[in-house]
């Protein structure tokens, strides 16, 4: 059984930054992209950056332009999201996924075939 599993969430002051680490655990995913998503309460589940291995290419949500930034190991096997400028609206579980063999949208939940179990950022004013 393939997991992923995310490490860095916390609770931070406004203003403040985390770093969110995913990495696969049990066998290699083979995955050419990684992306983060996140899910606050009473709201659907919302892109945040996706990282295409080759390249590696990068995208992000409107929203985190300039404050997030998405990276990998040089292994591949581990995806990082660098957060920075944190504010209240940032709160959420955010969720790592990796694509192996969907054809769908990178910005989208269905773009993805794995996902880990969720990590709570929360951002206080």
């Known amino acids: 059984q393939v997991q992923l599993v995310e490490s860095g969430g916390g609770l931070v002051q406004a203003g403040g930054s985390l770093r969110l680490s995913c990495a696969p655990s049990?066998?290699?995913?083979?995955?050419?992209?990684m992306g983060w998503f996140r899910q606050a309460p009473g709201k659907e589940r919302e892109f945040v950056a996706a990282i295409v291995w080759i390249g590696p290419n990068t995208y992000y949500a409107d929203s985190v332009k300039g404050r997030f930034t998405i990276s990998r190991d040089n292994a591949k096997t581990t995806v990082y999201l660098q957060m920075n400028s944190l504010n209240p609206e940032d709160t959420a579980v955010y969720y790592c996924?990796?694509?192996?063999?969907?054809?769908?949208?990178?910005?989208?939940?269905?773009?993805?075939?794995?996902w880990g179990q969720g990590t709570q950022v929360t951002v206080s004013s």
């Open positions: 049990g066998r290699t995913l083979g995955a050419h992209t």
């Open positions: 996924a990796a694509r192996v063999w969907s054809s769908g949208s990178y910005y989208s939940t269905d773009g993805y075939n794995y």
